[in-house]
């Protein structure tokens, strides 16, 4: 009986720190480059937006669930190919 209580007691100290974790991991992201929001007059050029997205997409799991990894990465192809389109001069 004196076990139960204390894996209890145990379970209720761990589970606000796995909610904190939880929270910093979401606070982590970065939400400009993810859904396009809450972007204050950023000035990025191609080659710093490509840099970032690079940067995020190489925290990986830790930070982003699969799906924000995907969207990350197909964000970076985009700006990839603006700018090889830019480079080639459009063609």
Same mark, same amino acid.
């Given at each position: 009986?004196? !076990?139960? +209580?204390?894996?209890? %007691? *145990?379970?209720?100290?761990?589970a606000p #720190?796995? &909610? !904190?974790? +939880?929270?910093?991991? %979401? *606070? ?5 480059? #993810?859904? &396009? ?9 191609i080659l710093e937006k ?42």
């Amino acid at each position: 009986m004196k !076990t139960v +209580a204390m894996v209890l %007691a *145990a379970l209720a100290l761990t589970a606000p #720190l796995a &909610s !904190t974790a +939880a929270e910093n991991k %979401a *606070a982590d992201k970065d939400v400009c480059l #993810l859904y &396009s929001a809450n972007c204050p007059e950023q000035t990025d050029t191609i080659l710093e937006k490509i840099a970032k997205l690079q940067h995020e997409i190489a925290r990986g799991k830790i930070v982003y669930s699969p799906v924000e990894i995907t969207r990350l990465e197909s964000k970076l192809e985009e700006y990839r190919g603006l700018l090889d389109s830019l480079l080639s001069g459009g063609d």
